[in-house]
């Protein structure tokens, strides 16, 4: 009810302040699990899919938003569940594995679940690789993917601004994809085709230069740069 009652009336609001166009809405399937794979410049483009999706959408976002104290932690609280979001703690290890759990769970349960393969945002504005965790949620629950492209968030709220700034903003949702002819979510080989085919996808419609690697910020230790570099050639 919250997340319907967030909808009908940020909803509009959004449209208006952002001069949102929405492109390829039918493709989003109105009932059943769904996975939304998206590109990811700004804090701001999980509340513009929610917004602007044709039907509730759940995300999930660091814990912190839930565990504020006072009137603050309250209102952050408030909203971040009204919009659909998930607390979870991130990491790597244990918690990336918890929260493609929690993602899992959702899609089992019939709901729509949103992602962003390239794990963070892109700060130069390419589309950098994706992660395989995209193929992994949609080959274990066998739900497609609807790619997702947006583009102008970056200008609502650029990396390191807190504030919100008037901009045009285009969402596009894609045909939805199905990644099962791809293999099962057991084998590297399948999500790694799959997940490449998922971002192909999105740089079709988004337009955005292509960068080989993944996005990560920037290693500051030596041991942190020997464990990205192994890690990178088991997901080739």
Do not use: C
């Not at 959004?14 to 059943?32: D, H, L, T």
């Not at 699990?33 to 999930?60: G, M």
């Not at 703690?89 to 992602?115: C, P, W």
Request: charged letters at 20%; a positive charge; hydrophobic letters at 40%.
């Amino acid at each position: 009810m919250l997340k319907t009652v967030s909808r009908l009336t940020l909803g509009p609001l959004a449209r208006a302040m952002f001069r949102a166009k929405i492109v390829g809405r039918q493709n989003v399937p109105k009932s059943g699990p769904v996975l939304l794979a998206s590109n990811h410049l700004s804090f701001i483009d999980s509340v513009i899919i929610t917004l602007f999706a044709p039907r509730p959408v759940s995300f999930l976002a660091k814990d912190s938003y839930f565990n504020g104290s006072g009137f603050k932690g309250a209102l952050s609280r408030t909203f971040f569940t009204s919009i659909g979001a998930i607390p979870v703690k991130r990491g790597a290890g244990q918690a990336a594995q918890d929260a493609l759990d929690a993602g899992l769970s959702l899609l089992r349960e019939g709901e729509a679940f949103a992602v962003y393969p390239e794990g963070t945002r892109s700060r130069d504005g390419r589309l950098y690789r994706g992660k395989t965790g995209v193929a992994w949620l949609a080959l274990n629950a066998g739900v497609p993917v609807v790619p997702v492209a947006l583009i102008g968030t970056d200008k609502v709220q650029p990396i390191g601004s807190k504030g919100i700034r008037p901009a045009k903003v285009t969402i596009q949702f894609g045909a939805p994809l199905d990644l099962s002819r791809h293999g099962k979510a057991d084998s590297g080989r399948a999500r790694r085709h799959a997940t490449d085919e998922v971002m192909d996808a999105i740089a079709a419609m988004s337009g955005q230069a292509r960068a080989k690697d993944y996005n990560e910020t920037p290693a500051t230790t030596f041991v942190e740069k020997v464990r990205r570099t192994f890690r990178s050639r088991n997901q080739l």
